[in-house]
């Protein structure tokens, strides 16, 4: 298994720059992928960005250029580097990590963009 806490989350203004992290525990992290989701109220969670273990990026279009993942496998940490924040940003951020149909999640970060 694999136990998932994110941090970094809070209050920032319009065109600001978060960086969330989210720790990992318990299984042997490099052999995960690693994503990191959104859900905005009365919304579905959506993905953000994703890393393979060995480093491979993926995006979906809409955040391609603002947003950048990254991981330390010795650390067992992933980071999301969140930059030119906008309001429709502000939403709970999950971390998740996957391998071979199972998935495991963090119990979320709140991320609140606004003046």
């Known amino acids: 298994q694999l136990q998932l806490v994110e941090s970094g989350g809070g209050l920032v203004q319009p065109g600001g720059s978060l960086r969330l992290s989210c720790a990992a525990s318990g299984n042997i992290f490099s052999i995960y992928t690693m994503n990191w989701y959104r859900q905005a109220p009365g919304k579905q969670r959506e993905l953000v960005a994703g890393i393979t273990g060995g480093g491979s990026t993926n995006y979906p279009d809409s955040e391609k250029g603002r947003f950048t993942i990254s991981r330390d496998n010795a650390k067992k940490t992933v980071y999301l580097q969140m930059n030119s924040l906008k309001p429709e940003d502000t939403a709970v951020y999950y971390c998740?990590?996957?391998?071979?149909?199972?998935?495991?999640w963090g119990q979320g970060t709140q991320v609140t963009v606004s003046s």
């Open positions: 998740n990590g996957v391998r071979l149909g199972h998935a495991y």
